[in-house]
């Protein structure tokens, strides 16, 4: 399969921790990208990292990306309980007919 | 508001009685798919449309059918339901197929009873 796979796929901390979560592929990818649901709604964009790059931020979000090791995590800095969703990666594969595929999901827990 | 909009919410429904969840979007994008949610399986893709009257097949297209006439407008249909097509279904639209942010609707839920 060229589904992404989230690691852990439950993860429980207290607010104002750091929540770290991963994602392994593969195949070889053009661009990663990291969602996050709430829980009975769409999926929300976070960020998107190509294949040439390595980091990147977005607030409290960092996603690094490591090509060699066909990984990347995505690091939720001093968490709230709002922070409290399902995470997604998704990743869009090189070659024909490439398409983003999500993995199952991260369900991160905050608590307050 | 740049957005995503499915109809309807919520349905329940029964076997075999066809039924028609549309997708809109306010962002002039080409590239729309469908997607749907199971526990456990994630996200799996439907349909997919790359502009105007070009549709193609994703993972799970089986019992689906799809049309694109209008570059807003992504409608799904379910020609004859079964209970194993009752999930939780979403709209997703973006400027491009690859490298770019998919923007989601709120999802449908689909009961088939």
């Known amino acids: 399969s060229q589904q992404g796979e989230e690691d852990p796929q439950a993860l429980s901390i207290q607010e104002g921790e750091n929540a770290t979560m991963n994602c392994s592929y593969k195949t070889s990818i053009n661009n990663l990208q990291w969602y996050r649901q709430n829980s009975g709604r769409g999926l929300v964009h976070l960020i998107l990292i190509r294949s040439n790059e390595r980091e990147k931020h977005s607030g409290r979000l960092r996603v690094t990306l490591d090509t060699s090791k066909k990984s990347s995590s995505l690091l939720i800095t001093a968490s709230r309980a709002a922070d409290t969703a399902s995470y997604f990666c998704?990743?869009?594969?090189?070659?024909?007919?490439?398409?983003?595929?999500f993995g199952k999901g991260i369900t991160l827990s905050v608590r307050p | 508001e740049a957005q995503v909009t499915q109809n309807p919410r919520y349905l329940i429904t029964v076997t075999g009685k066809k039924l028609t969840v549309t997708c809109s979007q306010n962002?002039?994008?080409?590239?729309m798919s469908w997607y749907r949610q199971d526990p456990g399986l994630g996200l799996r893709q439907i349909y997919y449309s790359m502009n105007v009257e070009v549709t193609d097949k994703g993972d799970v297209p089986e019992g689906y059918k799809v049309s694109r006439k209008e570059k807003r407008n992504f409608p799904l249909i379910l020609e004859s339901p079964s209970p194993n097509q009752t999930s939780l279904y979403f709209c997703?639209?973006?400027?491009?197929?690859?490298?770019?942010?998919?923007?989601f609707g709120d999802g449908t839920r689909l009961s088939i009873l």
């Open positions: 997703a639209s973006s400027f491009a197929q690859g490298g770019q942010p998919q923007h």
């Open positions: 998704a990743t869009d594969f090189t070659g024909a007919n490439s398409k983003l595929t």
């Open positions: 962002m002039n994008h080409e590239y």
